[in-house]
């Protein structure tokens, strides 16, 4: 036991040589940090970039496209002559060049409802990413409260230990000198070797609630990670002031998931508008401008004489454009647009049974919250009353015991009653702490100790 008490006060020392130097992380700088590293957050920040590429897609879809197009060619043997168009048996070398234009002058309003949901998947995006973010902050303070909790535990644990060990002190004095049985001392060694475990099991809690939240922030250097040395006392609050339903309220109007799940409404209503926008008539127009060369063409010149012009004038020459528009219209695709709306109505009803059930999921999530901070409040007092009790008991047994008038066993039960006792207001505090900080944050208000 003694030496793996040794072992971690060697481990406790050299923390301390290296918290001297380290960084000490507050939990500001905590939630900030995670948030700005967090590797899922880089990906929904991806995903939002591309929602935003979606939108100029989009857009893009409603401009008219523009293609120039050419190509060299050589005919040896039989060919036909781009001049007449008569079959020939020669060599020819030919030259085409172009350019063509289309645009959707109406199909159902498709492309404006496709660039109206695309704004739209890009608000959705951006709130689903700031949910994340609201979650990584709750973890990341329940990981540093975890770890508060554990070093103050760990503190009084040492402290127990300190106490325990000078009242080992002096009760071997007193079996040495006849006074007290050797019984009593045999108690005590007992009351250390256990107060000794609590003190290694404490430092393991501690260094474990460290990597844990050093793992949450994907930090990996764990030995020189550590949090400020503060004791954080209740933090006033008055939160309680306002009711579970006024807290909802105000948790619906800016709520990040239930944003995102309105979003996801809209994101179906105009799938729904894209689907039926199929069923009217496509009408779209064109433009087409094309010219060629030929070394093998012949026109006649002014007297009647063939002759082959040059590449710049038959350029111009052999010129010429083609425009016109097209109407499709939709009659029967084996009940594909019929069976798409269907499907779209289906989605849009599934979204908003989707965000019904996300608004009742967070009406009682506040409840259990409001409930928890009330439950959680009072037992951090019981703890506390229980606590001033167990401490009167003590100093009542102990001095019993420093007049022999209680033996050495019962005097370690009611230490042991006072150890419990701190450990529970330790515990408790903590806990309310948490769910406080949890409502406050449904209300709108920043994780912060202060």
Known sequence: MK???????VLLCAMTISNAQMRKWTLEECVTYAVDNNLTIE????????SKIDASDALGNMLPNLNASSSVSSNTGFSINPTNNLPTNSTAFNVNAGF???????????NMRRLNRAKINAIA??????DLKDDIRLSVANAYLQVLSNKEQLRTFEAQLAVTEQDLKRTKELVESGVSPRGDLLEIEATAANQEQQVVNGGSLVLISRVNLAQLLQI??????????????IPPSDILDNSAKVIFDKALSFRNDIKFSETNVELAAEDLKIAKG?????????????TRYSDVTQIPDANGVPFTPNFTDQLWIFDGVSYGAQLNVPIFNGWSTRNNVKRSKIGLERAKVQLEQDKLALETNIQQAYVDVTTFFKAYEAAEKTLEARRLAYDYAKERFD?????????SQAQSRVDNAEADVIRTKYDYIFRLKIL??????PISLN
């Not at 645009?103 to 159902?108: I, P, R, S």
């Open 3 to 9: 030496s793996r008490l040794v072992t971690l006060l």
């Open 43 to 50: 990906q929904f920040e991806l995903d939002l970039e591309d």
């Open 100 to 110: 063509s234009s289309n645009v959707t002058l109406f199909n159902g309003l498709r």
């Open 125 to 130: 995006s951006q709130y689903r990413l700031d």
């Open 220 to 233: 990996t250097d764990y030995e020189n990670f550590d949090i400020a040395d503060e004791e954080f006392a």
């Open 278 to 290: 199929a069923n009217y008539p496509t009408l779209s127009a064109f433009f087409q401008y094309g």
């Open 403 to 411: 007049v022999g008038l209680m033996n050495a066993f019962d005097f």
């Open 440 to 445: 406050e944050f449904y209300f709108g208000i």
